[in-house]
């Protein structure tokens, strides 16, 4: 069993800029947990502080209960990845695996052992010898991850460690990345602004949102059940229309936009304008016309339309201007609707999401 990390009341400020505003989190031992959230929330911030690179403002890190904050960065005994793989140019493949363990100086028979299982691991061992300007990306990136474990750490640390790479390279190694981590059963925080990527790879995940933490929980929960607008937006590809709460009777409210009306995920609390979050996927195209006062349908005249393989994704325009989308999964080729088209649409209540407005979007 990897170690527990827990954090507690983390904050961190650069100058003017606040970068952490008290955040809190407990990761488990073994765990493959994922930090997600926009571009400047503070995730390199949280990692570069439990690695002992930052110095946070408040706030206690501690592992295994031992207060690792306490430490110097080279005595907490931690693997970092990061982004630009930072392996040492002039040095090789192995080298800079052997690298940390010389560094522990650690006996060189053992040095020679441990580095070449490291690379086993990620299949770079038959490139020992070679220099990292005579790699692709992904194996330069196999490299730093074979360095990172040779030290075999107590946690791993990844920042984006997938960012430069190509999107199919991307996929083969977060599975890799993956399996690797379950066989060692190393405690790993592993960081991306990519929600998809979160949600394939995690184990659990938190999301920040400005230096704070959003929620906490496992992938199918954070989508299905997100517990902000905030993190409903973020994850997936989303709708998000303010319209107004008119029946809160029987067991699906009802909210009304400018000329149609949807049922909704019933919530407590909500009162007059609501911001109704629902994805594509919630959305189907009708043929017939949407009845009654209580129908979860609406008419929009097609924007544009995306092919994306399994899914169709059409662009639609509401009557009072506001955009939408809708996917067709298993798109009929014979029965596509054309741009400027006008369409019928239902929705599914049970995937329309309600907050309150004053939330910031
Ligand atoms: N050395 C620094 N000096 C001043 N401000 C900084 C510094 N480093 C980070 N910041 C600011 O702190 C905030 C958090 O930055 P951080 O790098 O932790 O974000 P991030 O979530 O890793 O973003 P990204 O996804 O772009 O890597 C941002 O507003 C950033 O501009
Ligand atoms: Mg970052």
């Known amino acids: 069993m990897g170690a527990i990390l827990e954090i507690d009341g983390l904050h961190k400020r650069y100058g003017d800029v606040g970068a952490l505003a008290g955040v809190s989190l407990t990761i488990r031992g073994g765990e493959f947990f994922t930090l997600l959230g926009p571009s400047g929330c503070g995730k390199t911030t949280l990692l570069r502080s439990v690695a002992g690179f930052l110095r946070p403002d408040g706030g206690r890190i501690l ?8 430490l110097p960065a080279h005595k907490r005994d931690i ?28 006996e060189p028979v053992e040095i020679r052992r441990r580095a070449m299982d490291a ?24 490299v730093a991850l074979a360095r990172a474990m040779a030290i075999r750490p107590r946690l791993l640390l990844m920042d984006e460690p997938l960012s430069n790479l190509d999107a199919k390279l991307r996929v083969e190694m977060r599975t890799e990345i993956r399996r690797l981590q379950r066989e060692l059963g190393i405690t790993t925080v592993y960081v991306t602004h990519d929600q998809e ?69 019933p919530r407590d609390g909500l009162a007059g304008r609501v911001l109704a979050v629902f994805r594509p996927e919630a959305l189907s195209l009708a043929t017939e016309a949407p009845s009654g006062p209580d129908a979860s349908a609406g008419e929009a005249v097609v ?18 201007g506001r955009l939408i989308y809708l996917d ?33 979007l």
């Open 63 to 70: 592992c295994d209960g031992e207060r690792l904050d306490r």
């Open 79 to 106: 693997g970092m990845v990061f982004q630009n793989y930072a392996i040492f140019p002039h040095l090789s493949v192995f080298e800079n695996v052997a690298y940390g363990l010389r560094a522990r100086r650690v």
């Open 119 to 142: 690379l086993r691991l990620v299949q770079m061992d038959t490139l020992a010898d070679r220099r990292p300007d005579q790699l692709s990306g992904g194996q330069q990136q196999r």
């Open 197 to 265: 990527e979160a949600l394939a790879i995690s184990e659990r995940l938190a999301v920040l949102n400005a230096g704070r933490v959003e929620q906490v929980g496992f992938p199918w929960d954070v989508y299905q059940a997100p517990g902000s607008a905030f993190v409903a937006r973020f994850i997936g590809t989303s709708n998000a229309l303010v319209g107004r709460l008119v029946a809160t009777d029987g067991d699906r409210p009802q909210v009304e936009f400018g000329g149609w009306t949807t049922r909704a995920r």
């Open 303 to 320: 924007v544009s339309r995306e092919f994306l393989g399994a899914v169709l994704r059409y662009r639609l325009r509401l009557d009072d």
């Open 328 to 360: 067709e999964h298993k798109p009929d080729a014979t029965r596509l609707r054309g741009e400027g088209v006008r369409v019928r649409f239902t929705v599914q209540p049970e995937a329309v999401m309600l907050f309150p407005v004053e939330e910031p």
